[in-house]
């Protein structure tokens, strides 16, 4: 029995525990649909639905996050780059925060329905909770807001404000929006070719 089976989170799920890792590794390392992913597992002869993957990413992507997180404390560098970006959620416009390292690792991302000074102090104290301390330097474009909630939250914090400089944190949006552009696309498979295995035709 692997260590992988023996986790409780597992338990009552009918399929293994190394293939539901699998599954939702696909669906967060890459830019797939979630019927890319179904199909990707249906050629290697495990049948499940688009609606089980998405519903395996909900649950066990926040799980893995987490202890993605939990084993980076005190090995995050000290430059954070922060940026925003817009999104829309069921039809309505919403603004993506996001926080990196100098490393490209993902400290923070947050969804929030305003981009102003106070939707900044928020992500500024949920960093702040998160990491357990404060960065050397902090790297933003010139939205304002950044500078407002900076000398607010954390006055000590050298802070960046040039446009271009964060591109470190501007990049780490580029899976979102690809993604974003996959899921736009219509799926409409070819009246040949059999159920579950599109990708193939």
Same mark, same amino acid.
């Not at 293939?19 to 019927?35: C, E, G, M």
């Not at 817009?86 to 993902?106: M, N, P, S, Y």
């Not at 000398?151 to 780490?172: C, D, I, Q, T």
């Given at each position: 029995?692997?260590?992988?089976?023996?986790?409780?989170?597992?338990?009552?799920?009918?399929?293994?525990?190394?293939?539901?890792?699998?599954?939702?590794?696909?669906?967060?390392?890459?830019?797939?649909?979630?019927?890319?992913?179904?199909?990707?597992?249906?050629?290697?002869?495990?049948?499940?639905? &688009?609606?089980?993957?998405?519903?395996?990413?909900?649950?066990?992507?926040?799980?893995?996050?987490? &202890?993605?997180? %939990?084993?980076?404390? /005190?090995?995050? /560098?000290?430059?954070?780059?922060?940026?925003?970006?817009?999104?829309?959620?069921? /039809?309505? %416009?919403?603004?993506?925060?996001?926080?990196?390292?100098?490393?490209?690792?993902?400290?923070?991302?947050?969804?929030?329905?305003?981009? +102003?000074?106070?939707?900044? %102090?928020?992500?500024?104290?949920?960093?702040?909770?998160?990491?357990?301390?404060?960065?050397?330097?902090?790297?933003?474009? %010139?939205?304002?807001?950044?500078?407002?909630?900076?000398?607010?939250?954390?006055? /000590?914090?050298?802070?960046?404000?040039?446009?271009?400089? +964060? +591109?470190?944190?501007? +990049?780490?949006?580029?899976?979102?929006?690809?993604?974003?552009?996959?899921?736009?696309?219509?799926?409409?498979?070819?009246?040949?070719?059999?159920?579950?295995?599109?990708?193939?035709?």
């Amino acid at each position: 029995m692997t260590r992988l089976a023996r986790d409780p989170i597992y338990r009552r799920h009918r399929f293994p525990a190394e293939v539901i890792v699998h599954a939702v590794w696909l669906y967060f390392r890459f830019p797939l649909s979630l019927r890319m992913v179904e199909d990707l597992l249906a050629a290697r002869g495990v049948i499940v639905s &688009d609606q089980t993957v998405r519903l395996w990413a909900e649950k066990f992507g926040r799980h893995f996050a987490k &202890d993605i997180r %939990k084993r980076s404390v /005190g090995r995050l /560098g000290d430059k954070w780059y922060l940026d925003e970006v817009v999104v829309t959620i069921a /039809g309505k %416009k919403h603004w993506l925060w996001r926080a990196a390292d100098q490393d490209g690792f993902v400290l923070d991302v947050l969804v929030q329905s305003r981009r +102003n000074a106070k939707a900044a %102090k928020r992500l500024m104290r949920k960093l702040l909770k998160g990491q357990g301390r404060s960065p050397r330097v902090m790297i933003t474009d %010139k939205l304002r807001s950044y500078g407002a909630a900076e000398r607010e939250v954390m006055p /000590g914090v050298e802070h960046r404000s040039y446009k271009g400089l +964060n +591109n470190r944190a501007e +990049n780490s949006h580029q899976p979102i929006r690809r993604r974003e552009r996959i899921q736009l696309q219509r799926f409409v498979p070819r009246p040949d070719c059999q159920p579950l295995l599109y990708s193939a035709c």
